[in-house]
């Protein structure tokens, strides 16, 4: 099957005629090095949950010359059922030949694909180490509480290759709300849940997620690894190393991105798979005074974001003339997750800057 543009809603399949399974994922033009030709080669690179088997995937990623026709490449971070097979399958072995048995036990309950939750990778290169660094939602149940979203933190995984195999590095709570400030949620601190990455032209890289329960939405910078926060959480200086966005407004699914000098987050609101009503914001600062511009939907009428959840906005321009930037958003289906599709709408910016997302029947049609 060809693809010219994209079944928004619909089955989407990969080269090989599988649905394609990168839910809560993000999509990026990338440069790496090709084992195969032995040379730099660029593509799209699109990471996601691969939910084939339900909520408890591993992370899948999928290359792609135009866009519309993905390759797949293979799980990149493996998750696995049984700890006598974490201990004796020779893809973990590998990675984790150097890890004492407590740092084992911590690692297969962080990547347990029974428990532990593992949702909306985001992918960016650390040009200081040449390595590739995997952020994501890693929960699940912890040995003080069997809640199956009780870990709430932040993962992260390393990797020579786009593709992997990414090597688990640990999962964190992360910053905590200043004491003069009114915490929503302080029976449990530093939780981080729904969240994207973003990087600025400085190489500055930030991490955006829900925390205190999902009622407040944090940044906090990374720092020069990207494999951590700038600042332990103990040092880190509010309005330096991280900021809180719109306390108690219940946001999550952050979907950050920068145009002509302006940073942009869409979010969703928090009801589960179901959809609800996106509301962006504006900034020229990320640790200044975000801008409220309400819901950038137009026809919406059921003020579901067009049935669906925002995942990422990536720039599609390429170096080409026109200028362009889609919204890659999930059409959960909470009853066939492995169904769930995907939307790509072209966004557009009037000149005061504020945008609007129309509905397409399908994406990424040329001349659209
Ligand atoms: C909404 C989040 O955005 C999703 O990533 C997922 O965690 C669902 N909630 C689970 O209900």
């Not at 984790?96 to 532990?116: P, R």
């Not at 026109?322 to 939307?343: A, H, V």
């Amino acid at each position: 099957m060809f693809y010219e543009d994209i079944p928004n809603g619909k089955n989407y399949f990969d080269e090989d005629g599988h649905l394609i399974q990168a839910h809560g994922g993000q999509i990026q033009w990338m440069s790496y090095f090709d084992i195969n030709s032995k040379s730099v080669v660029s593509k799209w690179i699109w990471v996601g949950e691969d939910k084939t088997s339900g909520a408890h995937g591993g992370i899948r990623a999928y290359s792609s010359e135009d866009l519309r026709n993905w390759k797949s490449e293979g799980i990149i971070m493996r998750n696995i059922d049984k700890r006598e097979d974490f201990d004796n399958d020779i893809y973990f072995k590998k990675l984790y030949f150097d890890k004492s048995s407590e740092e084992l036990d911590h690692i297969y309950e962080c990547i347990n694909s029974t428990t532990a939750i593992i949702e909306r990778p985001k992918l960016i290169y650390n040009k200081k180490n040449e390595q590739y660094v995997l952020w994501f939602h890693a929960d699940g149940p912890t040995r003080e509480s069997k809640s199956s979203y009780a870990a709430a933190s932040a993962g992260v995984a390393v990797s020579k290759s786009p593709f992997g195999p990414y090597k688990f590095v640990d999962r964190y709570r992360l910053n905590i709300c200043p004491d003069d400030q009114k915490d929503y949620y302080p029976q449990s601190k530093g939780m981080a849940r729904d969240m994207n990455l973003f990087v600025d032209d400085d190489d500055s890289a930030y991490i955006i997620y829900s925390s205190e329960e999902n009622l407040t939405l944090y940044i906090s910078k990374l720092n020069d690894d990207y494999t951590y926060l700038s600042e332990t959480v103990d040092k880190a200086v509010y309005g330096r190393d991280y900021i809180r966005l719109f306390p108690g407004a219940q946001r999550e699914a952050p979907a950050m991105f920068k145009r002509n000098g302006k940073y942009y987050l869409i979010t969703s609101g928090c009801t589960g798979w179901a959809p609800n009503q996106a509301r962006y914001y504006i900034t020229d600062n990320i640790m200044g005074n975000w801008k409220n511009m309400g819901d950038p939907c137009i026809g919406d009428t059921s003020h579901t974001t067009f049935d669906s959840q925002s995942t990422c906005v990536f720039n599609a321009s390429n170096n080409k003339r026109i200028e362009r930037y889609i919204y890659l958003g999930d059409r959960w289906n909470s009853n066939k997750l492995s169904e769930s599709s995907y939307l790509f709408l072209d966004i557009e910016f009037m000149e005061d800057d504020s945008l609007k997302i129309f509905y397409q029947e399908r994406g990424l049609v040329d001349g659209n």
